[in-house]
């Protein structure tokens, strides 16, 4: 950056040697000094976020969590097989930048019975009634095997819907404002923008041959619900 010349060459030894800034070509002293210093700190605070990341798994030990607690106010715990998830401690071991909207092919009894079976090996984080009841299986701390690609696990939040993909009757006004609500709040707890990119069905997840939740799903009509709630 600069032209190159001449400037700095007389008087740069004494530069150096005073710990002062060199003018001119090269590195002071006191600059690699610095720089070593600033990598060292950076190395060793890095070291402690991962640190911090993964103390809650050393043998013995964690993280605190209270029997039957829900991070939805509305929704009721009703805990899933601990087959069908993974431990986590999530935003901190994976950012949560999506949430997956799943159709159960069945009804809420069944999906709920289905996630509580250690080898059915799949899970949501939520389940939706019909009626708006929502229970939640699976804390958002950690990762539910509801998407069916590692990845979008790790960084998503799954919502299933009591339901038929080809029964747009099964998509009730409760089921559609309820859903939403609880989207709105998880899309702000982590900072989720509500559009198409970042809310979406579990046929959009890469690798899968599920077809969930169906052409029959408003998406229009879901996102401003989402939005609407989400300014409450």
Sequence with gaps: MGTRGRAGAKGSKSSESSGGTKSGRGISRRGLLIGAAVTAVGTAALAREQLR?????LPGVEKPRKPGEVDFARAQWTAASSANWRRADR??????????????QGSY??????????????????????????????????VAFHAGNRSYNERSVGIEHEGFVDRPQDFTAAMYGASARLTAAICGRYGIPVDREHIIGHVEVPGTDHTDPGKHWDWDRYLKLVRAAGKK
């Design 91 to 104: 935003p901190d071991d994976y950012p949560i930048d999506r949430v997956v909207i799943h159709v159960t």
């Design 53 to 57: 990341q993964a103390w809650w798994r």
């Design 109 to 142: 009894r069944s999906a709920v019975k289905v996630f509580q079976d250690p080898g059915h090996g799949a899970a949501a984080h939520y389940v939706v009634r019909k009626d708006g009841h929502v229970t939640q299986m699976i804390r958002e701390l950690d």
